[in-house]
């Protein structure tokens, strides 16, 4: 990429497993098969990914990156009985998708002041592989409109946010 186009515009880091069993308590998850697999691609991939293309960004008049987060790892949301989420405690994924978030804010810090916006979006509850078991297809949005949020913020302006989290309009 470096020989062909000299610079990266967008980067959107979409990749993402969820591999909890959800018939064991938060506590009981593998540490080895569950915890390390899940952030080896839902934070680590994401990192070495952005590391490795941050020279390309920087090298563009106007960079983006949206990290595809989840609502689940939202802390609060989590800690609030009334949310529709309480009692998805699906403990690496979740946590993963909070280092997502964090991860973003440190690194909108160490961007600040330069060309490249860093935000985090949760896409939705999209049918997709994800959301597939067997025949049965979960989700209640379309793959189009689960990309509508990445696309956003993807495309905002040279005055837009940068180290936010994003659904959709919000
Ligand atoms: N679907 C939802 O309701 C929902 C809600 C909130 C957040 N999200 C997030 O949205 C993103 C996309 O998820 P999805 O619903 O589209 O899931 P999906 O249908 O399971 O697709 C996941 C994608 O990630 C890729 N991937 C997984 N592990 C990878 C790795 N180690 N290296 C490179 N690519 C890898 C897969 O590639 P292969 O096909 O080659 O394996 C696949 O293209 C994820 O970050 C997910 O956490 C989804």
């Known amino acids: 990429m470096q020989a062909r186009h000299g610079r990266l515009d ?12 959800p018939t064991l308590k938060p ?6 098969a569950l915890w390390r697999t899940t952030f080896d691609t839902n934070l680590f991939g994401l990192v070495a990914v952005t590391n490795a293309f941050l020279p390309l960004l920087h090298a563009s008049t106007s960079a983006r990156i949206v990290n595809v987060s989840s609502l689940l790892g939202s802390i609060s949301e989590h800690l609030n009985p ?5 009692d998805f405690k699906i403990p690496a994924y979740n946590v993963s998708k909070t280092a997502v978030n964090a991860w973003t804010v440190r690194l909108a810090y160490e961007l600040r002041g330069s060309k490249i916006k860093v935000n985090t979006i949760h896409p939705g509850y999209v ?4 959301n597939r078991k067997g025949e049965e297809q979960n989700g209640e949005l379309e793959v189009a409109d689960g990309a509508r949020t990445s ?6 302006g040279d005055d837009g946010p940068s180290g ?5 309009n919000r």
Do not use: H, P, W
Request: charge should be negative; proline fraction near 0%.
């Open 10 to 21: 967008i980067l959107v880091n979409n990749a993402g497993i969820l591999v909890d069993d």
């Open 27 to 32: 506590s009981q998850q593998t540490l080895q």
């Open 82 to 86: 009334e949310s529709f989420i309480y």
């Open 127 to 130: 049918k997709t592989d994800m």
């Open 151 to 156: 696309v956003r913020l993807a495309l905002v």
């Open 164 to 168: 936010g989290y994003f659904y959709l």
